[in-house]
């Protein structure tokens, strides 16, 4: 597994990977803030915050293809989300707003997280002085994320090795089965993880 399949373009070198992290993180929490405030029939505030989105995307030389596909992945969220207010009141025109912001609140995340690094972000968040127990967390989340990541794909070699078929029905049944290993190992491994960091006076 890629060491940055998380944010792969994170050290592109671009105008935007060279602002402060603290310029940046307060730029895009400024920017989700006010597309969140900003009511779902003023279209006109969301298409500026996108043409924004489109410069800064520009800037920070991260191919288009890879954005699209990034928000694409983590689209049925947003859908589920903008689906709730489909039966209120003028809820076609209320589905389209919250569809735009959230998507648009999306895109501007994973810009962010593809040209900031974590690092710099967990120490802006310790300047800020963030609870030092949510610092620890996401930091230990980040980092479990590519152990889990190198579990699966081993897991998945593993059982595509023993599985010849191309059956769906026999693919879909491998899935659900690395699935629930992979969460069962997940737990012996969290368990263990705590173990050692408490033996060395973590608390």
């Known amino acids: 597994m890629s060491p940055r399949f998380l944010?792969?373009?994170?050290?592109?070198?671009?105008?935007i990977r060279r602002l402060p992290?603290?310029?940046?993180?307060?730029?895009?929490?400024?920017?989700?803030?006010?597309l969140?405030?900003?009511?779902?029939?003023?279209?006109?505030?969301?298409?500026?915050?996108?043409?924004?989105?489109?410069?800064v995307a520009a800037a920070s030389r991260?191919?288009?293809?890879?954005?699209?596909?990034?928000?694409?992945?983590?689209?049925?969220?947003?859908?589920?989300?903008?689906?709730?207010?489909w039966f209120q009141p003028d809820g076609r025109q209320i589905f389209l707003g919250v569809l735009i912001k959230s998507t648009l609140c999306l895109t501007t995340t994973i810009l962010l997280a593809n040209t900031t690094p974590f690092g710099d972000m967990l120490r802006v968040m310790r300047r800020l002085h963030v609870p030092p127990l949510l610092v620890t967390t996401l930091a230990l989340m980040n980092r479990y994320l590519y152990v889990l990541a190198d579990e699966a794909a081993r897991m998945q070699r593993?059982?595509?090795?023993?599985?010849?078929?191309t059956r769906s029905a026999s693919l879909w049944n491998s899935m659900a089965s690395v699935?629930?290993?992979?969460?069962?190992?997940?737990?012996?491994r969290a368990e263990r993880i705590h173990a050692a960091m408490c033996a060395r006076g973590w608390k």
């Open 7 to 15: 944010d792969p373009y994170v050290h592109t070198n671009s105008p």
């Open 158 to 165: 593993a059982r595509s090795a023993r599985t010849f078929t």
């Open 179 to 188: 699935i629930g290993i992979l969460f069962v190992r997940a737990s012996e």
């Open 62 to 85: 991260i191919p288009p293809a890879f954005l699209i596909r990034r928000t694409l992945l983590l689209e049925p969220f947003v859908l589920g989300v903008a689906l709730l207010a």
């Open 36 to 55: 969140v405030l900003t009511p779902v029939t003023q279209l006109s505030v969301m298409a500026v915050w996108a043409a924004v989105v489109v410069l």
């Open 21 to 34: 992290a603290s310029v940046k993180i307060g730029a895009a929490f400024a920017g989700v803030v006010a």
